[in-house]
């Protein structure tokens, strides 16, 4: 025991402990903090609108968290990727950095415009009294957002700039106006581009059967940059799986194009293959049901093609491609390049129109698409390629893909390789000028016409004269007081204010329509990350110094974002530095997707229909087994995606009023790895309560201890041993902690080992210097995640000493630097040596480094006095013989039998 002035410290540490044990009060340490806290960001307003730099003249570290549309209120899901964000912001500006940390508003879009319908009221007022209400919740979490670069899409300062991006890609020929089979959502009465459709064919938004309409729409040609987005993959620090998917959706193959002539025609069919060393086993060609080749049906299959047609205007293209294998005759046959025999072709669901040629080789043998085509129509089935050892002549029950083997019954190819037969067939078919090779992309032009009210206008005027030109920005949306939000019959609902829709032609001065579509919601937020850099601008969309704080450093959001959102954000950003706008072709250099909140969910065993919590008791039966009040029957629980409709939701605002915003942040942090699913737990998140209550008590505890003079006068070696692992432990935690943040974002684990640290400081003296540096780096590593609490209790420490040169206790804890790990002091002045006794392993020992590697007799007395010794060995002359290995990674005691 140490004292001072003959006064126990424990008794005193006793009395402080008793006396801050139930003073931590969330909603008094967040009111006093609030403002600070969300004022703890980086200064925006720089001379001449450029972006910060760093002390050092490094670029600042841009951190941005995908913006919400603003439904009015905040889930679970956006508690954790803004605490996510904001913990990493407030990192960084400990590290010393100038950070970008912006918000704004995705505002545009069908929800707002459905609801404006269902209230009687317009879009702009619901959407704007929403954006009050997230703001005020998101100020409640303490987010240090710069609110002064904020952006709402629907703002005509906003969407100015997204209608001169679209007229900008008009002069360069990437917007172009055509006439096109498009998906209709008959629900939301609008179009769809084929990303918003899902695998089943329906609507992303309404969920309803999605039909294909004929209508002359506004397309942008992503496909122009599809060879660059797919080659700038290699470049990007994003999760392998979200590469993955963007390089399926651009859909990259190689392969080639083979020109069949039409037998008895003049014409030919282009038909492309990415297997060209299984030529000699295509025994169909399959077209898209709009092929120009169709045309030339003769009269008896006409009925089946235009079937077929009409069967495939009702599925999405996503549906037909992945699992459909219908198709018609058509009575047209083409000969094979290379013997001249017939191939009969078909009109197939499974082709698309724009794809490559809109044809393709069908070769059953090796393809498995094509093996269900051949088998339901009944066409030959040829093995081309053997794999070794394989008997050519046996039949075939499946397609076999594999794309290694040897060539067989292909003429004078047979025996080759499959990589050397493709090689040697494609040279063949130039030399003879059968067709060339070729890349094809799966992705297509994106369709951004919307019939819809709510969005930014397409900045375009339609002339009898000049057809299509560009005209004054913005083109605002008129007001719909009186406004029928849903347009007849596909139409959209501007078309219906004559004012607004005629108007005079910009070239030539004669009458003129304004286009009435509005554009995909996607638009906008392909290049809010740019904005954010020079949001207040009115003559560009970012300048030039501005935008060098591009490309973003950490993107944050959701894995349902990986096509739709990222692929068009890379596309436009391309577009944008091409043109010059932006100082990097990629947006995003490297992306966190953060998993989805799941709530614990409760579902009827009888009906299986979704039960509210209240609908269920425990009963008190060995187990809690949770009963149906109504049946009396045991319900099924499991965790599911959080909806109003499944009654699992969590409302934010409630768990911060109960716990705090502090609580609620450092659990979302805890809980699961960022990127996996997060499944919400009341006791944990109480259990991460009681942790901050414990660290407020330690704080304190220690904080009256240091300043009651307890702790230095006299110590004994076991507590210079608890100083010294002390000491080590602060610096491993400020290493991990450290590498959380800035390397592997596993803040689960940095809680976590604030949460080792702070029970280490509790078994350790108080009132020394290496518990205040403890305390003090504890505090500053909490912070990113509880700035509330950490402020609070860095005042409460104000007068004990700095312990670093770079600390200023007087100054707020947001002001100080992020503290360094030191080398020295991560190694370990002490060894757990493992000890065995009779053979069997009875613990370890704490062992100095020097006694390890001194004097064998001096170890082993030091174990035989250690608690471990004394329990197991009850006399020195019972022990029989000592084993210690060389390595001295355990030391071992055999006893004489008794």
């Known amino acids: 025991m140490w004292r001072r002035n003959g006064v126990s410290c424990v008794a005193v540490c006793r009395v402080v402990s008793r006396r801050w044990a139930s003073q931590y009060n969330p909603a008094a340490v967040e009111e006093k903090w609030s403002s600070t806290v969300r004022r703890a960001s980086t200064p925006t307003s720089f001379p001449g609108g450029q972006t910060p730099k760093s002390s050092s003249g490094a670029k600042p570290f841009y951190t941005l968290s995908m913006f919400p549309y603003p439904s009015g209120s905040l889930h679970m899901g956006h508690v954790r990727v803004y605490t996510i964000s904001d913990a990493l912001a407030r990192f960084h500006r400990f590290q010393g950095r100038q950070v970008i940390h912006p918000m704004g508003w995705d505002a545009f879009g069908l929800p707002a415009e459905n609801a404006a319908i269902e209230r009687g009221v317009e879009p702009v007022v619901w959407t704007s009294s929403n954006i009050r209400s997230m703001r005020d919740q998101l ?154 080749i169709l045309d030339a049906v003769l009269t008896g299959y006409q009925d089946e093609v235009n079937h077929l047609r009409t069967t495939v205007s009702r599925q999405s293209a996503k549906f037909g491609e992945k699992k459909d294998c219908d198709g018609a005759e058509t009575g047209v046959f ?112 994106w369709l951004v016409s919307r019939q819809r009210y709510w969005g930014a206008p397409i900045p375009m005027v339609e002339c009898d004269e000049c057809g299509d030109v560009p005209t004054e920005l913005p083109v605002t949306l008129p007001h719909t007081s009186g406004l029928q939000l849903v347009g007849a019959d596909g139409g959209s609902p501007l078309s219906s204010v004559a004012d607004w829709v005629n108007t005079s032609c910009p070239q030539c001065g004669n009458p003129a329509k304004r286009c009435t579509d509005t554009m995909d919601t996607f638009v906008d937020s392909s290049w809010y990350y740019a904005r954010y850099l020079d949001a207040t601008n009115e003559k560009e ?21 990986a096509v739709l959102h990222l692929l068009y954000a890379r596309f436009i950003s391309y577009f944008l530095h091409d043109i010059g706008v932006v100082p990097s072709e990629e947006p995003f250099a490297k992306l966190l997707t953060q998993g989805m909140v799941h709530g614990r969910t409760l579902a009827s065993s009888v009906t299986g229909q979704w039960l509210k919590p209240e609908d269920v008791v425990a009963s008190e039966e060995k187990g809690g087994v949770e009963r149906e009040i109504a049946t009396g029957k045991p319900v099924e629980v499991f965790w599911a995606k959080m909806s109003k409709s499944k009654y699992n939701g969590v409302d934010p605002t409630a768990i911060v009023q109960k716990y705090g915003a502090d609580t609620a942040r450092v659990f979302t942090l805890f809980k699961a790895p960022p990127q996996a699913v997060l499944s919400w737990d009341d006791d944990a998140i109480q259990g991460v309560h ?108 104000a007068d004990l000493p700095a312990c670093v040169p770079e600390w200023d206790p007087s100054r707020p804890i947001f002001e100080q630097v992020w503290p360094l790990a030191d080398p020295s002091k991560l190694q370990s002045d002490m060894v757990e040596l493992p000890v065995q006794i009779g053979r069997k392993f009875r613990g370890t020992v704490s062992v100095p480094m020097d006694v390890l590697h001194g004097d064998e007799l001096a170890l082993r007395q030091f174990v035989l006095n250690s608690s471990v010794g004394r329990t197991w060995v009850a006399n020195e002359t019972l022990i029989a013989k000592v084993i210690l290995p060389k390595t001295k990674k355990m030391i071992g005691f055999l006893l004489k039998p008794d």
């Open 334 to 445: 083409v000969a094979h390049p290379f013997t001249g025999l017939p191939i009969p072709v078909y009109a197939t669901s499974y082709v698309l129109d724009g794809y490559g040629t809109g044809a393709v080789l069908g070769v059953p043998a090796h393809d498995e698409r094509d093996f269900r085509f051949a088998k339901r129509f009944g066409l030959p089935v040829i093995r081309v390629v053997t794999s070794p050892g394989q008997d050519a002549t046996t039949d075939i029950h499946e397609a076999e893909t594999g794309q290694e083997g040897i060539l067989t019954a292909s003429a004078e190819f047979s025996g080759l390789s499959v990589l050397e037969g493709a090689s040697a067939i494609c040279d063949a078919a130039e030399k003879n000028d059968f067709g060339t090779r070729q890349i094809n992309y799966r992705v297509r032009d």
């Open 690 to 797: 009681r942790w901050l209550q414990r660290v407020w008590t330690l704080v304190n505890k220690h904080a009256e201890t240091t300043r009651a003079g307890c702790g230095v006068d006299v110590q004994s070696a076991r507590d210079e041993q608890k100083d010294a692992a002390l000491a080590r432990a602060t610096h491993l935690t400020i290493q991990s902690v450290t590498k959380a943040y800035n390397d592997t974002h596993s803040f689960n684990t940095a809680v976590s080992d604030l949460m080792k640290l702070s029970n280490t400081l509790k078994d350790c003296p108080s009132g020394n210097p290496s518990a205040t540096h403890a305390v003090r780096s504890l505090l500053i590593l909490l912070s990113p995640a509880a700035p509330h609490i950490a402020a609070e209790l860095w005042e409460t420490i």
């Open 139 to 292: 100020d409640m979490l303490g987010l240090c957002f710069d609110w002064d670069r904020a952006v709402t899409t629907c703002d005509p300062a906003y969407y100015k700039w997204t209608q001169w991006l679209f007229q900008q890609m008009y002069a360069h020929g990437l917007a172009y106006r055509k006439e096109a089979e498009v998906n209709w959502d008959p629900v939301d009465q609008t179009v769809l581009a084929n990303e918003q459709v899902d695998a089943e064919g329906r609507s992303w938004r309404s969920g309803a059967k999605v039909e294909k309409r004929m209508l002359k729409q506004w397309f942008l040609g992503i496909t122009q940059y599809a060879e660059r987005l797919h080659d700038g993959l290699k470049t990007l620090n994003w999760p392998s799986h979200v590469l993955d998917m963007q390089r399926t959706w651009i859909g990259r193959s190689e392969g080639f194009v083979f020109n069949l002539d039409v037998i008895g025609g003049s014409t030919s069919v282009k038909a492309f293959t990415t297997r060209p060393d299984t030529i000699f086993g295509a025994t169909f060609v399959g077209v898209s049901p709009n092929h120009p």
């Open 541 to 561: 969309l970012c300048s030039a110094p501005s935008s060098q704080g591009l490309p973003v450093d950490l993107y944050i959001g959701g894995i349902e974002h």
